[in-house]
T-cell receptor
């Protein structure tokens, strides 16, 4: 049973570019959340998708957007990249139901030059 | 808004000893969940243990146990018989209860734990 998978593992971009990160949830999970983890910090919530809609959003600018597909996989898009966007981006999935624990992927390390 | 505070940036302990990691939180919610996650150098965030706020009994998972003090808003993790594989960053996390689905996690800044052979 595959867990949460994220791609790519590592990505290098330059300021002003755009990036798309991908996530496939654990089998049986329908809710996907994205987190940004800066070096030496705890993860910060970006947004959550359920039934192909953004259900919750953290304190991140509109440059951060996402999408969820009918198969529950998800994408995180970041436009006009800034140096401060350099971080580990974690995807977490959880199953249908209330208050279920979230399962995390290995993350995508995004470096902005 | 909720906040989670981990006041120990780094800790180290000899293999086979017991270590306790501290966590405090602030919330106006009455129903919520608390978690400890482990993040080894491989980067994957792994769930260690979960506590439901309305349960008075402290959660236990093998060598891992918590001391949950709701009135004090304290949630510490005790690792018994520590092993080299326990070396990792440990994050305390808070999640409000939701009647309809799953809420976001709010994390602390983490404690880097090193187990010394």
């Amino acid at each position: 049973d595959a867990g949460v998978t994220q791609s790519p593992t590592h990505l290098i971009k330059t300021r002003g570019q755009q990036v798309t990160l991908r996530c496939s949830p654990k089998s049986g999970h329908d809710t996907v959340s994205w987190y940004q983890q800066a070096l030496g910090q705890g993860p910060q919530f970006i947004f959550q998708y359920y039934e192909e809609e953004e259900r919750q959003r953290g304190n991140f600018p509109d440059r951060f957007s996402g999408h969820q597909f009918p198969n529950y996989s998800s994408e995180l898009n970041v436009n006009a990249l800034l140096l401060g966007d350099s971080a580990l981006y974690l995807c977490a999935s959880s199953p249908q139901g209330r208050n279920q624990p979230q399962h995390f992927g290995d993350g995508t390390r995004l470096s902005i030059l | 808004a909720q906040t989670v505070t981990q006041s120990q940036p780094e800790m180290s302990v000899q293999e086979a000893e017991t270590v306790t990691l501290s966590c405090t939180y602030d919330t106006s919610e009455n129903n919520y969940y608390l978690f400890w996650y482990k993040q080894p150098p491989s980067r994957q965030m792994i769930l260690v243990i979960r506590q439901e706020a309305y349960k008075q009994q402290n959660a236990t998972e093998n060598r891992f146990s918590v001391n949950f003090q709701k009135a004090a808003k304290s949630f510490s993790l005790k690792i018994s018989d520590s092993q080299l594989g326990d070396t990792a960053m440990y994050f305390c996390a808070f999640m409000p209860s939701n009647l309809f689905g799953n809420e976001k996690l709010t994390f602390g800044t983490g404690t880097r734990l090193t187990i010394i052979p």
